[in-house]
């Protein structure tokens, strides 16, 4: 019988850059010529995203969160290493890199030999680690074990699909931060991966190439994609994979990266900050394992709340719940002005 970890993890793109950095997401839509007149100032904004702002524009804030996602991801690390899994699969989107216009799978396992990325090679900001653009990481795949998972879930009636190489890029930013991250201290990363992507950007993915829009264009519902999955098929994709696992041979780490709500996904906060009430309500739920609330959760509603990328942990919360496991340690990392709100999780074995 095989053995399971399960980890919630960020790939926030902003830590991989310089902390002087960190606030540009948030500057630039205060120079959106849309926003409101009062919200262009400190003064119209939440008390809590005033505070967070300072009288230094958020460069000590920065220092902080940066400080509070490194430890969260050293703690990661620790519980990967002392597990030592033959292979992880990590749950994570695809923000118009390796699939566009050609085709946009709902979801996809990317049974790689190996994989092979240069992540600086085009990157328009420095990163934190001061690695030249030339820089290159190596990670071994397993597709013996994701045409395993592949079968397994098509008998389990998921249409899931495969690819057995890159289609337009090496390995989506969601992937590659989350493995960049856990070896913050570059001592390496051993383990074979399996990408498991889904399309959690759903009616943005293409229309606005996955990524930040202007405010002028996020309510031009003629310019917006088909949805995402369904949050409840999601969640089963997530019951049924850990069924599979746990009947295989091997030890696996189930792996979900995403950061929670993103201020450029929520329009009714002018895509200035993130709804941080909605994640404290699902992050309540989900350290009290009421995994039935979260199956529940109507996509309408996760896309209101700037939650798409939270399909990643949906798939996470259904593992979890056939395991039958609530988070043995979790945090919930607010923050107003770095575009997301993270979370944390270890579901030990």
């Not at 960049?180 to 498991?196: A, H, N, T």
């Not at 293409?206 to 088909?226: C, F, N, T, V, W």
Request: glycine share 6%.
């Amino acid at each position: 019988m095989g053995a399971i970890l399960g980890l919630g993890v960020t790939h926030v793109p902003l830590l991989a850059g310089r902390d002087e950095n960190m606030t540009r997401i948030v500057r630039r839509v205060l120079a959106d010529p849309d926003l409101p007149e009062r919200y262009r100032t400190a003064e119209g904004w939440p008390e809590a995203m005033r505070q967070e702002w300072g009288s230094d524009e958020g460069l000590e804030a920065a220092r902080r969160h940066r400080k509070a996602l490194v430890t969260w991801f050293a703690r990661a690390r620790r519980v990967l290493d002392d597990f030592a899994p033959d292979f992880v699969v990590v749950w994570g989107d695809d923000q118009y890199e390796n699939f566009k216009e050609d085709i946009i799978p709902p979801f996809c396992v990317l049974a790689y030999d190996a994989i092979e990325h240069r992540p600086w090679e085009k990157a328009p900001w420095p990163n934190a680690w001061d690695e030249p653009k030339e820089t290159t990481f190596v990670f071994k795949g397993n597709r013996p074990a994701a045409k395993a998972l592949v079968s397994g879930l098509l008998g389990e009636g998921f249409d899931v699909s495969y690819a057995y190489r890159p289609l337009h890029h090496p390995l989506g930013h969601a992937f590659m931060n989350t493995l960049l991250f856990l070896d913050y201290e570059r001592q390496g990363f051993p383990y074979p991966v399996i990408p498991f992507q889904v399309n959690c950007y759903g009616r943005r993915v293409i229309s606005q190439y996955g990524g930040q829009a202007a405010l002028a264009h996020m309510s031009m519902e003629e310019r917006l994609d088909p949805p995402s999955p369904a949050p409840w098929r999601c969640f089963d994709l997530g019951r049924a994979t850990a069924r599979l696992l746990a009947a295989s041979p091997w030890r696996v780490a189930l792996i979900a990266s995403s950061s929670w709500s993103h201020a450029f996904l929520t329009p009714k906060h002018h895509l200035l900050y993130p709804d941080v009430a909605s994640d404290r309500a699902m992050y309540e739920t989900l350290r009290a394992g009421d995994y039935q609330a979260w199956r529940q959760t109507p996509l309408a509603q996760m896309e209101d709340c700037g939650q798409q990328e939270m399909l990643n942990w949906m798939c996470l919360a259904g593992a979890m719940a056939e395991l039958g496991r609530r988070p043995n340690e979790s945090d919930f990392i607010q923050s107003y002005i770095f575009n997301s709100n993270k979370v944390f999780a270890v579901f030990n074995p």
